[in-house]
């Protein structure tokens, strides 16, 4: 018995094929906690964004998330600094561009978008605290928001469009 065991083991190992997930990682671990145990790794990337019925709230599940906030260009001269974030950064949808200290820009305030390449793709004035960017129709790639008051450059993003 323990001799045909071990054939069929020796069989299976030669001639079937094992299989695991791989992947190309830098650091890993496992984190325990009260609600239990997760292994986790990191360099793998892997996610998932889930939006609801209104595209308004999304949830992003995966191995890795990526978090970007990149403010490319400001010109260090200016006595005036633009209070602005992006968010969700990167998105799938749209874009959310908050500006807190809007009631201080003296010109009107516009926001250009660009791809890679410079192609000016969508030019928006800027009215309130808030505005939403729609990048639903757009490609996956990297595009670059610029913020500007009087041809005066106040901000650029990098934006992330999954």
């Known amino acids: 018995m323990k001799k045909l065991i071990?054939?069929?083991?020796?069989?299976?190992?030669l001639f079937f094929e094992m299989q695991s997930q791989t992947a190309a990682v830098t650091t890993g671990g496992t984190a325990n906690g009260i609600g239990g145990t997760v292994a986790y790794t990191v360099g793998q990337i892997a996610t998932q964004l889930i939006w609801d019925g209104n595209n308004s709230t999304s949830i992003a599940e995966?191995?890795?998330?990526?978090y970007e906030i990149s403010v490319l260009?400001?010109?260090e001269f200016k006595s005036f600094i633009l209070d602005a974030t992006l968010f969700p950064n990167p998105t799938l949808h749209f874009i959310q561009l908050q500006?807190?200290?809007?009631?201080?820009?003296?010109?009107?305030?516009?926001?250009?978008?660009f791809d890679t390449e410079g192609k000016l793709l969508l030019t928006l004035n800027i009215q309130?605290?808030?505005?939403?960017?729609?990048?639903k129709e757009l490609p996956p790639s990297t595009y670059f928001l610029k913020v500007q008051s009087d041809n005066r450059l106040?901000?650029?993003f990098k934006v992330v469009k999954q």
């Open 6 to 13: 071990l054939l069929i083991i020796f069989y299976n190992l």
């Open 62 to 66: 995966g191995v890795q998330q990526p």
């Open 73 to 75: 260009n400001m010109d």
């Open 99 to 113: 500006i807190n200290n809007l009631d201080l820009v003296e010109n009107k305030v516009e926001a250009l978008l």
């Open 128 to 135: 309130n605290s808030q505005t939403q960017i729609q990048m």
């Open 154 to 156: 106040l901000k650029t």
